[in-house]
């Protein structure tokens, strides 16, 4: 059964940090990239990080330099470190495929984080 389950959001003060963690099934998950997205409530889902099966990582300038994407492709897991947060990352984190056509057929439920003092 491919499945997507993210872990790890919570209520964090400006200037903190978060570790979110995502499990993945399915083979699919291991021979291709993936990445984090994150929507906020009247916009539409963004892609923040990838990160490829080599490990090569790439982001969005919004989150250039204070979050770090990670996988385990043995124990079949992915990561997101969040630091240095902000209340504009405000918002529910999804992992997926970093191929976002693809993406439609994997959502999971997401974990909410919310940066707030």
């Known amino acids: 059964q491919v499945q997507l389950v993210e872990s790890g959001g919570g209520l964090v003060q400006p200037g903190g940090s978060l570790r979110l963690s995502c499990a993945t099934s399915?083979?699919?998950?291991?021979?291709?990239?993936m990445a984090w997205y994150r929507k906020v409530p009247g916009n539409q889902r963004e892609l923040i990080a990838s990160?490829?099966?080599?490990?090569?990582?790439a982001y969005a300038d919004s989150v250039k330099g204070r979050f770090i994407i990670s996988r385990d492709n043995v124990k079949n897991m992915v990561y997101l470190e969040m630091n240095n947060l902000k209340p504009e990352d405000t918002a529910v984190y999804y992992c997926?495929?970093?191929?976002?056509?693809?993406?439609?057929?994997?959502w999971g439920q997401g974990t909410q984080v919310t940066v707030s003092s």
């Open positions: 997926n495929v970093a191929n976002q056509i693809v993406a439609r057929n994997y």
């Open positions: 399915g083979s699919i998950f291991r021979t291709t990239s």
């Open positions: 990160v490829a099966t080599d490990g090569s990582a």
